[in-house]
């Protein structure tokens, strides 16, 4: 039996739904805070030393229940320091509060602006002091990925949860951050009511050199697309056919698409797929899991519906 993930037992819903697209800019004095919206941002560079710049986009859609209020992932691109907040569905909210990760966003562009983020320590501290802000005046809960990238190159990020990042070169992947998950569909997450914390959040240090392109993602994106499919896109900044702008739209979109394609072969149909059959070979509860109770082998395909946020960089 093959079923396909998003078509109806608790990973996922597809249908063939038609996103209302709107887009904002936000300038570089004021960095850019793309939360609760569709959301694209052009042109934001910034001069390292030996004529080392960075341009940057991002791409914000949110999932199709809640295009009317933005959506749960905020992203942050400020001149060196970038962050992608994926509100957490599940999380218990209270009404008359902003999403949490909509002000750990707000909150960690104040701090960037304030201070000077740099090393993985000034990452987790500035994360630490935007998680205490939201503890106290926001509801939900969040995945958190933040990478600053400092004037001797080296591109360093700190994440928690299931959002991910990626560094190509020569259209080859060669350096990536690693997630961080309790379980399926159970990420590392920041919220008042949670343990987990910001120096729980796997880190990286990379040196970038020119011509690297780096796709940070919400696990909207790299749930939805495999690598090949985000080389076949980046080839074109390569080869000089795309601009950042536009890459960072073709990658949210095509995992929107990908997302409602229920025999879509994806990572996350591969992982579900990998959890039933780990679940059925050690004799656990299928049905105390979300699948549904056969003695049928099930084969799960699909894509899986969430908000999608992308950040595309590229060195220069």
């Known amino acids: 039996m093959t079923l396909g993930i998003a078509a109806g037992f608790g990973y996922g819903l597809t249908f063939g739904y038609v996103l209302q697209e709107q887009e904002i800019l936000s300038s570089k004095l004021s960095s850019a805070i793309a939360a609760q919206d569709i959301s694209s941002v052009e042109g ?21 229940e809640k295009v009317a209020w933005g959506g749960e992932d905020a992203v942050y691109t400020g001149e060196n320091v970038f962050g992608i907040f994926d509100g957490v569905s599940g999380a218990a909210k209270f009404e008359g509060y902003p999403l949490y990760s909509t002000t750990l966003a707000r909150r960690f562009s104040v701090l960037d602006n304030e201070s000077d983020i740099q090393s993985i320590k000034d990452l987790v501290e500035a994360l630490v002091q935007a998680k205490y802000y939201a503890d106290e005046f926001a509801t939900g809960a969040s995945t958190a990925l933040v990478v600053s990238i400092s004037k001797d190159r080296i591109l360093r990020a700190v994440n928690v949860g299931d959002s991910g990042l990626i560094v190509i070169r020569n259209n080859k992947i060669v350096s990536r ?5 309790h379980e399926l ?40 697309v495999h690598d090949r499919q985000i080389l076949s896109l980046t080839r074109g900044v390569s080869e000089g056919e795309t601009d950042v702008n536009s890459l960072a739209e073709k990658i949210a979109v095509l995992a929107n ?6 025999n879509a072969d994806t990572p996350y149909s591969r992982a579900v797929q990998n959890e039933y059959d780990n679940l059925k070979k050690e004799g656990r509860s299928l049905s105390s899991m979300g699948f549904p109770a056969t003695s049928s082998p099930l084969v799960f ?14 060195c220069s």
């Open 44 to 64: 934001l560079h910034y001069e390292h030393e030996h004529e080392f710049s960075i341009r940057a986009a991002s791409k914000v859609i949110p999932h199709f």
């Open 257 to 262: 698409n990908v997302s409602y394609d229920i």
């Open 301 to 314: 395909k699909g894509g899986k519906l969430d908000d999608i946020s992308c950040i595309a960089l590229v």
């Open 185 to 224: 569909d159970m990420p590392y997450q920041l919220s008042q009511d949670c343990t987990d914390h910001p120096r729980d959040g796997t880190t990286l240090e990379f040196e970038l050199k020119t011509g690297d392109i780096i796709v940070m993602a919400s696990d909207g994106v790299f749930d939805n």
């Open 177 to 181: 951050t690693l997630p961080k998950s």
